[in-house]
Nanobody, 115 residues
Framework: QVQLVESGGGLVQPGGSLRLSCAASVSIFSIARMGWYRQAPGKQRELVANITRGGSTNYQDAVKGRFTISRDIAKKTVYLQMNSLKPEDTAVYYC?????????WGQGTEDTVSS
């Protein structure tokens, strides 16, 4: 069982930045891949970025160059640094942990980009 606790969401103006954190209850080395997904109102949940156990990263085209996924192994935490935010980035952001046996989700954190 993996528990994920997200933090760092909120309201920000266009062009601003936010950093999301996802703290896992187990060593993130035991997790094959961790990632961030988002779901905007009326839309399906979509992958934003993920990072593998080996440190390889993958990004959705719409966020490349603006968002950065990283991790702190000692803190068992994965981060999503979001810069140059746009109104279309408004969504509930979910942390995800894929152990290859099960997939676990955080509770979600709401991010609103608006002036």
């Amino acid at each position: 069982q993996v528990q994920l606790v997200e933090s760092g969401g909120g309201l920000v103006q266009p062009g601003g930045s936010l950093r999301l954190s996802c703290a896992a209850s187990v060593s993130i080395f035991s997790i094959a891949r961790m990632g961030w997904y988002r779901q905007a109102p009326g839309k399906q949940r979509e992958l934003v970025a993920n990072i593998t156990r080996g440190g390889s990263t993958n990004y959705q085209d719409a966020v490349k160059g603006r968002f950065t996924i990283s991790r702190d192994i000692a803190k068992k935490t994965v981060y999503l640094q979001m810069n140059s935010l746009k109104p279309e980035d408004t969504a509930v952001y979910y942390c995800c942990a894929d152990t290859r046996i099960n997939v676990y989700w955080g509770q979600g954190t709401e991010d609103t980009v608006s002036s």
